[in-house]
């Protein structure tokens, strides 16, 4: 989500900050606040993630936190990328708003 992000902020520069300001921060803490049902899901079920040594547990959690940050990162990254969009079309209907 922060490499789409730095990619708009860098093509639209602070015009988007300030316009969508508020999506922008949502989604940022959002995925800040990811950690805590990771960590959750983790602690209620170890099972899932017991290997053969210590080794392969901390293996085990470490891959399923990377898939499902990633998964999750990519999709609030749409989501808000979506909202963003609908915001900038509504707002700037150019010559369309005039045919």
Known sequence: MFQRVNA???????VLVEK???????????VNDF???L?????NNPQEFIGENTEETY???????EVGTSQFIAEVSNLY????QEQTIT???GIAEYL
Request: charged residues 30%; glycine residues 8%.
């Open 20 to 30: 969508h300001e508020d999506v922008i921060v949502e989604a940022m803490t959002v």
């Open 35 to 37: 950690q805590k049902p």
């Open 39 to 43: 960590k959750a899901f983790v602690l």
């Open 59 to 65: 293996k085990n959690i470490r891959v399923f936190s």
């Open 81 to 84: 990328g979506g909202v963003i």
């Open 91 to 93: 707002e700037d209907k």
């Open 8 to 14: 708009l902020l860098e093509s639209e520069g602070n």
